[in-house]
């Protein structure tokens, strides 16, 4: 079955930077878009960014264009999230998972890991 795990979460200060790692198995990995979401307390899962199976076409939510970038190693079913300038409002679970499309919704994603743990400080 497809597994999906999340690695790389932390604390951090205002201003720095973390990359998170997800780790896939169970599927066709690089034929696979691969989403990163994200979902703060009291708050709906939100879309953060995607990557195509190539590689070739990213995507990523207005917020954190410029400051986080989303890549994929298809050799080790592993995509990443490189998060620079991190702000508070960053502070969330962070999720990846794989779609056959690029989707923005997570009601169109199945599949999702345990998460990890962001929380950005002042």
């Known amino acids: 079955q497809v597994q999906l795990v999340e690695s790389g979460g932390g604390l951090v200060q205002a201003g720095g930077s973390l990359r998170l790692s997800c780790a896939a198995s169970?599927?066709?990995?690089?034929?696979?878009?691969m989403a990163w979401f994200r979902q703060a307390p009291g708050k709906e899962r939100e879309f953060v960014a995607s990557i195509s199976g190539s590689g070739d076409n990213l995507y990523y939510t207005n917020s954190v264009k410029g400051r986080f970038t989303v890549s994929r190693d298809n050799a080790k079913n592993t995509v990443y999230l490189q998060m620079n300038s991190l702000k508070l409002e960053d502070t969330a679970v962070y999720y990846c998972a794989p779609s056959n499309w690029q989707r923005v919704h997570h009601e169109d994603y199945t599949y999702w890991g345990q998460g990890t743990q962001v929380t950005v400080s002042s």
């Open positions: 169970g599927l066709a990995f690089s034929f696979y878009y």
